[in-house]
């Protein structure tokens, strides 16, 4: 990936990603969660030039380090394809639809419901509003239909996978969850080419974004 310049992030920005994280952490309005609130420092840089929406935090992944995608089987098949876009981790902000973890009965990983969701969004939207990264890339159903619920797009994920849409002033793309699971939908060789397609895409976006985040800079 090419290099990226560096952006200030303007102290209010930070005041509001302050509040942000403080409000998540109070928050308890999911039930049947285990109330992990990955949210924070450690998802990356609010200037990030690449932003990633997965699902839900993972029991074995971000609820045990507090990083979403890391850890767990998901975390390492994310590291693998963020290699192979040549993305480097130190260049990502990485959140989830839902900022706790959702389990069944037998406190197993299960997905979170449009309810559930629901709740979330508000943190969502306001992330999107912070991290103004001009690559938004959503990893699965759930990622995708929370952005849509944020503000409505066309894309669907089986037929745009890959395909980057324009939407709120910034370029989305659909990709599928690393999880294993995903394969069964979408062959593993299939999703190593639409990393590669998605990398292909950073330089030309982030340079994008560079100058769409100058007046942001100034105010
Ligand atoms: S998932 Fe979101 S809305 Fe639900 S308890 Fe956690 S922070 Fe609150």
């Given amino acids: 990936m090419m290099p990226l310049r560096e952006i200030t992030i303007p102290p209010r920005d930070r005041r509001r990603f302050t509040r942000l994280v403080r409000d998540v952490r109070a928050c308890e309005a999911c039930d049947a969660m285990t109330h992990s609130h990955v949210l924070g420092a450690d998802n990356g840089r609010l200037d990030a030039p690449?932003?990633?929406?997965a699902e839900a935090v993972g029991r074995r992944g971000g609820a045990v380090t507090g990083v979403p995608l890391t850890r767990d089987?998901?975390?390492?098949?994310f590291s693998a394809f963020l290699a192979l876009a040549g993305i480097s981790r130190a260049d990502v902000f990485v959140t989830n639809?839902?900022?706790?973890?959702?389990?069944?009965?037998?406190?197993?990983?299960?997905?979170?419901?449009?309810?559930?969701c629901a709740r979330?969004?508000?943190?969502?939207a306001r992330t999107l509003e912070l991290v103004r990264a001009p690559l938004l890339v959503t990893l699965g159903r759930v990622a995708l239909e929370a952005t849509r619920a944020v503000e409505p797009h066309e894309a669907e994920?089986?037929?745009d996978v890959a395909?980057?849409?324009?939407?709120?002033?910034r370029t989305l793309v659909p990709l599928y969850h690393p999880g294993r699971q995903s394969t069964l939908h979408r062959p593993q060789a299939a999703q190593e080419g639409d990393w590669r397609?998605?990398?292909a895409l950073v330089p030309a976006t982030a340079a994008a974004g560079d100058q769409?985040?100058?007046p942001v800079q100034r105010r």
Avoid at 99 to 114: I, Q, S, V, W, Y
């Fill in 97 to 116: 639809a839902v900022l706790c973890n959702p389990t069944d009965a037998r406190g197993r990983n299960r997905p979170p419901t449009a309810s559930e």
């Fill in 50 to 53: 690449v932003l990633f929406v």
């Fill in 212 to 214: 769409d985040r100058n």
């Fill in 120 to 124: 979330c969004r508000p943190f969502l």
């Fill in 197 to 199: 397609a998605l990398g």
């Fill in 163 to 169: 395909t980057p849409v324009s939407w709120r002033g």
């Fill in 73 to 77: 089987e998901s975390g390492r098949r």
């Fill in 157 to 159: 994920l089986a037929r």
